[in-house]
């Protein structure tokens, strides 16, 4: 395999490949951003993949007070599942049981589109009778009395067609602690990039997988050829002189927005350079025959 | 392009139906086609021509002038375009009006915005009763758009209203509200006796209280509802006067309870 080289750092002649999602955005709101955040993470936690969470959901930004409806203080939330309908399952459960409970706060559509999830018109039975419905504008909302007063939120929230799931880097270094260096500056970087998240704990994976295992019934199995301890014991995929290996996955709202994540990953762990960071970057594939998207790392050199 | 403008060249004898001058019924026609239509109620013809000076202009966008309150049923059904008239009109302004704006520099008589359902009618001076309730024998009154009525309005504003908006800047007659199945009025100053008399659902705002409060209404307490800020960010650009009411601590009075019981009346101010 040819090998690039950008300031010190390897970056593998290969390519990440994606997959078609459903998504939706939510905009969560409440009185201070320590509480707007405290509903989104709870909201999205243990959604890391759709492999055992059912979806994968993250924060893709803070948002001041000028960008909320209600003008509070505010966080946008992502959402992916493989299907509208576990979409929707995802959705109604996770609003019902982590945004409606946290004090203060209020839920409303982050994306505009056609074809709707129910949000409010799936969580206004918990009004037991006592909710109200509003339509201010174009905009349909419900207000459901709770025990702090009320909880507002837009009646449906939409569904994009258009979002990719499985976008990702490879980060090998040598130690554990460079490794770990590059691919925080990586997460931090692609944080910054609009309609993405990165949906593992803190946005970096640990225990990259393959598909299948040797054991009846378990759909994904650890990614030997990238464990460093199996170097010699498996057909591998490291070099000699690499003693660890992180791995970022990352889901778009578009096709564009998981490639400029990609690139924004790929520019911090070059800037940190081998030393300090990684000293190569791979991606994770599946011969490309699976799915329809395909990110060559060449093509997003910085 | 110039509005097609309407100039009325005296005070006609009889009342006049002004419902065929909308757009969307006039769009298209040739002066002479329009100068022909006819707008009696009474055995006596009369038509556009013998009673308007015709200015010709883009039909999306009619200017009625010199109005004065024997023009009845201005803006009937309209589904897009802009209405503006300058003087007073007669009944039914905007009745069943479906889309675009309506504007009237004066004051209207009674069943204005009767049973609208979309678009913006703003009536800048008063309205008298029933305005945007049901006809007679109608199940329901207005049920979608957007009213602004900059003064003051008659009794019966927002009767058996369905959904939709209904801001009245100045003061309200006696009923106001009454009989609502549901959606949003707000009155801007005081209220006239029994305000949301046997209201099922909806909202009712007064920003100065009402004469008589009816002992089926039962107080809920002083909140501020977030629900209130963004209803408040929706009517701003409309009227000030009403985003900053809704603002205030409000306090919330749940009834009709001799009927539903599932609407509401916020109070601005304690009376």
């Not at chain 1, 994306?111 to 509003?134: C, H, M, P, T």
């Not at chain 2, 006609?12 to 086609?33: E, F, K, N, W, Y």
């Not at chain 2, 007659?173 to 099922?200: C, D, E, H, N, T």
């Not at chain 2, 659902?201 to 089926?216: E, F, K, N």
Request: positive net charge; glycine residues 14%.
């Amino acid at each position: 395999m040819r090998v690039l080289t950008v300031k010190g750092v390897r970056i593998d002649n290969t390519f990440a490949e994606a997959f078609g999602m459903r998504a939706t955005a939510l905009t969560i709101t409440a009185d201070t951003a320590r509480w707007a955040r405290q509903a989104a993470v709870t909201m999205t936690g243990f959604a890391t993949s759709v492999i055992g969470c059912g979806c994968e959901a993250g924060i893709d930004c803070e948002l001041t007070v000028k960008q909320t409806p209600d003008r509070r203080p505010g966080v946008r939330v992502l959402v992916f599942a493989t299907s509208t309908a576990e979409l929707q399952r995802q959705l109604q459960t996770r609003v019902a049981q982590c945004v409606l409970t946290s004090p203060g706060s209020a839920c409303y559509a982050g994306i505009e589109g056609e074809e709707a999830l129910k949000l409010g018109n799936a969580l206004r039975y918990f009004g037991d009778g006592w909710q109200v419905s509003k339509r201010f504008g174009a905009k349909h909302f419900w207000r459901i009395p709770v025990m702090d007063g009320e909880f507002v939120c837009e009646a449906t929230a939409a569904v994009t067609k258009r979002a990719v799931g499985g976008g990702n880097l490879i980060i090998i270094g040598r130690t554990s602690q460079t490794t770990r260096a590059a691919a925080e500056a990586a997460a931090a970087a692609i944080a910054r990039v609009p309609d993405v998240i990165a949906p593992f704990p803190g946005g970096i994976a640990r225990s990259g997988s393959k598909v299948g295992s040797k054991y009846k019934g378990v759909p994904a199995s650890t990614n030997d050829a990238y464990c460093p301890t199996l170097r010699g014991a498996v057909k591998t995929s490291l070099d000699a002189d690499a003693g660890s290996v992180l791995e970022i996955v990352i889901d778009g709202l578009t096709s564009e927005a998981v490639a400029a994540a990609m690139r924004a990953g790929i520019a911090a762990i070059v800037k940190l350079g081998p030393k300090r960071g990684a000293m190569r970057i791979s991606a994770g594939n599946y011969g490309g025959k699976l799915g329809p998207h395909h990110y060559h790392l060449r093509d997003l050199l910085p | 392009m110039k509005p097609l403008t309407f100039t009325l060249r005296q005070r006609p004898d009889q009342r006049l139906d002004l419902s065929p001058l909308v757009p969307h019924l006039i769009s298209g026609r040739t002066t002479a086609q329009i100068e022909r239509i006819e707008l009696q109620t009474t055995r006596r013809r009369v038509s556009v021509g013998d009673i308007f000076r015709l200015r010709i202009g883009d039909a999306d966008r009619i200017r009625i002038e010199e109005s004065c309150d024997r023009l009845d049923r201005i803006g009937y059904a309209m589904t897009g375009g802009e209405i503006f008239v300058d003087g007073d009109v007669g009944v039914q302004a905007g009745r069943l009006m479906a889309g675009g704006s309506m504007t009237v520099r004066g004051n209207t008589g009674p069943w204005a915005a009767s049973g609208m359902k979309g678009g913006l009618l703003e009536i800048l001076g008063a309205t008298d009763a029933f305005l945007a309730a049901p006809l007679a024998g109608e199940m329901v009154g207005m049920r979608g758009g957007l009213v602004i009525v900059r003064g003051r309005a008659g009794e019966r504003a927002g009767d058996r209203m369905r959904r939709g908006t209904i801001v009245i800047e100045g003061e309200a007659g006696a009923y106001a509200g009454s009989r609502m199945i549901a959606g949003s009025l707000i009155v801007g100053r005081k209220a006239g006796p029994l305000p949301g008399f046997l209201m099922k659902r909806g909202s009712i705002v007064l920003g100065d209280g009402c004469a008589v409060m009816s002992p089926t209404f039962v107080d809920c307490g002083y909140h501020e509802l977030l629900a209130m800020r963004l209803w408040a960010g929706i009517v701003d650009p409309h009227s000030k006067k009403a985003a900053a009411l809704l603002r205030r601590p409000l306090q919330r009075l749940a009834g009709d309870m001799a009927v539903l019981g599932k609407g509401e009346i916020f109070i601005g101010s304690r009376n």
